[in-house]
Every structure is written in C-alpha cells, then in structure tokens.
C-alpha cells in the first residue's frame, strides 16, 4: 500500500472529481457548432440510428441490462452545456425501454432525432415484436458515444444477456480523466514535435475537395451514408502525404 501511494490518493481524487464539469474534445465541439444554423448544412445534429434484429428478446431482461449499463458508464449519464462543457449525472431515474410492435413508428421518430444535450438521455432505447424476431432499436447522439463506443456497449449487452459475463468490470479510465490528460499532453515535448512535424507538411497536402452541393432551395438538414471503395492504387496516391 505504501509504494502505491500516490496512486490511491490519485484514484480517490479523480473519484471527489469525477462529477464536476470538463471541457469538451475537439470533434465534440464540432458536433455541438454543426447543430448550430450559423453554418451551411448546419441545423443538424451528429447522429446514430441503428436496428439489430434477434430471434427472441426478452424486454425486461433487456431493461435491466441497459439501466446495468448506464450505472456503468458514466458517459450515459451525461448532459452537454451550451458553455462549451460536460457534465456527468451523479444519479438519473431508471430508463424504460421503449416497447412496441410498430417498428415504424419507432423508426420514423428516431432515425433523424435531435436531442436536447443538456436534458438527460440524449439516447433512446427500444424493442419492437413481431412472430418471427424481435427488433432493438438504438438512438444515439455523438456527443456521448462515437461508433466504436457503441458496439462495445452492444458486445457488452450480448456478453449479460446470453450469460456469457456479468459485466462487472470497472473501466480502468474514465472518459472526463481521459480528455483532462489528452489536454495535459499538449505541454509535452512529444506533442510540440509532433504538431511541428504537421506544421511542415502542410504545404504538401491537397486542399480538401470541392464536392458538388445542391441549391439552396435543395438542402435538407437529413442526409444518408454513401461509401465508395478506393482501388489500392488511389489509396497508396493518398498515403504519400501522410
């Protein structure tokens, strides 16, 4: 205990700190100013809607591993403050799944849902029956959760729900200790290097592309996800600035 020391007091005062506010990330504060109308194509939020299909799903059970979940993760329990801050809910009420046989009508309220961020959840969960499956339905802002944050909460709701594990593990890190160290790096050695190696490289790399836009009279704060696979040749043109 005495040679882990500086340790243990660290972890109780990162605890005594653990719901006070902080700032947010960079790609945060994107999100935050893109729901903003200052902007072209501005007006929207960063978003999730996602549907999974099961066999069979209990509701209850799901229930309670969700609320499992948010007692878990502090990022769940988080609110966004119009100062530029976040700030995890030390306590929330229980979170009721949304249960019906209209998939939808869940579909048509949550696949473009632009969430209050200081008014907690800003993510929705559902569960839709029919005969031959059951449907969850997921909702999330970015501000919270980016992708991969999301399918580790889905690998860990499947791990519970099939009793595969608990789910008891502690996070070695909270997100709030996370971004007030990543701020504390950028008065490292490391870091003025690595922005200095940036810095001269920015001559060599090419503007951003002009993409077509439609008309003003044309624009719609909806969008929907396009990809297009890059041969190996564009991609290795590419990484020569890089």
Known sequence: MIYNKKEI?????????????????????AYLLGRKNSFEYGDVASHLYLELDYPALDS???????????????MLRA??????TQEVLRDVAEYPIYI?????EIRSKWSDKYYNTETWPMFDIGVTEDKEKTTLHLSFDFLIADWASIWTLLIEFETIYYN???????CAISFRNYV?????????????????????????????PVLPMRSNAEKSNKFIRMAR??????????????
């Not at 595969?164 to 502690?170: P, S």
């Not at 160290?181 to 790399?205: A, P, Q, T, V």
């Not at 040749?233 to 600035?241: Q, S, T």
């Open 180 to 208: 007030l160290n990543e701020m504390g790096m950028k008065n490292s050695s490391r870091y003025r290097r690595d922005k200095e190696y940036w810095k001269n490289r920015l001559d060599i790399i090419p503007e951003a």
């Open 9 to 29: 007091i660290s972890y109780f005062e990162e605890e005594r700190e653990r719901f006070d506010k902080f700032p947010l990330t960079d790609i945060q504060m």
């Open 164 to 170: 595969k594990g608990n789910g008891d593990e502690k």
């Open 229 to 242: 696979k890059l041969s190996a040749e564009d991609w290795e043109k590419i990484k020569v600035f890089f």
């Open 100 to 104: 019906s046989t209209k998939c939808e």
């Open 60 to 74: 209850v059970k799901v229930q309670k591993i969700w609320n499992q979940l948010i007692d878990k993760h502090d």
């Open 79 to 84: 609110i966004v403050l119009e100062d530029g």
